[in-house]
């Protein structure tokens, strides 16, 4: 990555407005469920502040879509935030304005603030040159080390690097590297692993994949697409219809190329995903008639955990099954655990991926888990992402 990173930079004494992925989980209560998206960003902050700066922390918080909502302010992770480092993290009541300059012109060495919800203001995701600016004229040099939001082109993202030296945090780092091993250099054999219930989001993924994975496993809802496109009946498990012809096209591809594509074998199914009153498991790859497919079988299971066993490199985007539920989450701790036993450098994406992961307490043992849902699939595609395009050259 010819991008400037943290450690380019001399923080003393400098204000450094940093992006960070601050979009956790709340219960009814306002308390933090999930705090690992805190957690992933304290390297960074203990670096810089370690260096004598004055960190001003900028996120968002859920979907407020231009208005103050207060179950959507940042306070329990400034509180959250505070406990993890041991000192104090002043809370500020907005993201731009006089009180919120004045809090900032006030910071000593080593003290932190966090912004208020960027989102609370309709300017952010418009990406408005004003709005960057009045955020920018907070800092002397700009960190983005949210990757989850790397993908998108907003104030706090791109904006804000036309007017400040802009480099990457610790986590960015990290993301870009392993992202950027798989894509262009990946250790062969390289298995790529796609679920998930939409094929239409997939399908620049499969496209970029086929010219680089050597075997694509495909489990979850959008493996049933392309069962049907290959004339077997899925009862009434989810299709869709709409992308029938570009699956065949890509069915057709990796044939000709000589990619393995690995459909499911064997089903787990379900008469009624709601209340699951009855679920068994087929014997073929064929769905009877009124079933729904929610989970891979235990035939597929072993035939992928076979796949993964031979890899160097695995990527896994997207569980193979309907995972929240515990029936139906065999198939994706499977492919976790077959993971977690191999010696293949594994790139596990975000969101739900990542959430199975942690459901089946096997996180650790994997080589490199996405913070970013959206960003990782964008890069998987092959995409630039806006936010790190923006950063400063070396």
């Known amino acids: 990555m010819n991008k400037k990173s943290i450690e380019d930079i001399d923080f003393k004494n400098k204000r450094v407005l940093m992006r960070v992925d601050f979009n956790v989980p709340l219960d009814k209560e306002l308390n933090i469920t999930d705090d690992n998206r805190i957690r992933a960003a304290l390297e960074s902050i203990i670096y810089i502040l370690e260096q004598g700066a004055k960190l001003i922390l900028m996120s968002h918080l859920g979907r407020p879509k231009g208005e103050r909502r207060e179950e959507l302010s940042l306070n329990p992770v400034a509180v959250r935030l505070s406990e993890l480092l041991a000192k104090p993290v002043k809370m500020l009541d907005d993201c731009i304005g006089e009180k919120t300059n004045n809090a900032v012109s006030k910071l000593s060495a080593g003290e932190i603030v966090l912004l208020e919800n960027l989102r609370f203001h309709k300017e952010e995701e418009k990406n408005d040159p004003e709005f960057a600016k009045r955020l920018a004229s907070l800092g002397d ?3 983005n080390d949210a990757f989850g939001t790397a993908h998108r082109a907003h104030a706090s993202t791109q904006g804000v690097t036309k007017y400040l030296e802009s480099v990457s945090g610790f986590l ?9 091993k798989v894509l262009t250099k990946p250790e062969k054999p390289f298995i790529f692993i796609l679920g998930g219930a939409k ?23 959008m493996a049933y697409t392309f069962i049907k ?10 299709l869709e219809e709409k992308s029938f012809e570009i699956v065949s096209k890509i069915l057709a591809k990796a044939k000709n ?3 393995q594509i690995i459909l499911p074998i064997d089903h787990v ?3 009624n995903i709601e209340t699951a009153s009855s679920v068994k498991i087929t014997d073929s790859e064929v769905i009877p ?10 035939k597929t299971r072993e035939l992928f955990a076979d796949k993964i066993k031979e890899a160097k490199t695995v990527v896994w985007n997207g569980p193979v099954g309907i995972f929240e539920n515990d029936k139906f989450s065999q198939g994706s701790k499977a492919i ?12 596990i994406g975000g969101g739900d991926t990542a959430a199975a992961v942690a459901k089946f307490s096997l996180a650790g043992k994997m080589s490199h888990i996405s913070t970013g849902g959206g960003a990782a699939l964008e890069y998987l595609e092959g995409k630039t992402l806006p936010g790190v395009a923006a950063l400063t050259n070396k």
């Open 141 to 143: 040099i700009f960190v």
């Open 269 to 271: 199914v379900t008469d």
């Open 229 to 238: 496109v290959k004339g077997v009946s899925v009862g009434s498990s989810r």
């Open 172 to 180: 960015v780092q990290k993301e870009i590297e392993y992202f950027q």
């Open 199 to 221: 094929v239409a989001d997939k399908i620049p993924v499969i496209e970029n994949m086929l010219d680089k994975a050597d075997c694509i496993l495909i489990g979850g809802a």
């Open 257 to 259: 190329t000589g990619i």
């Open 289 to 298: 008639e009124n079933w729904i497919g929610v989970d891979i079988g235990p």
């Open 336 to 347: 976790a655990q077959a993971i977690a036993e191999s010696e293949a450098i594994s790139v």
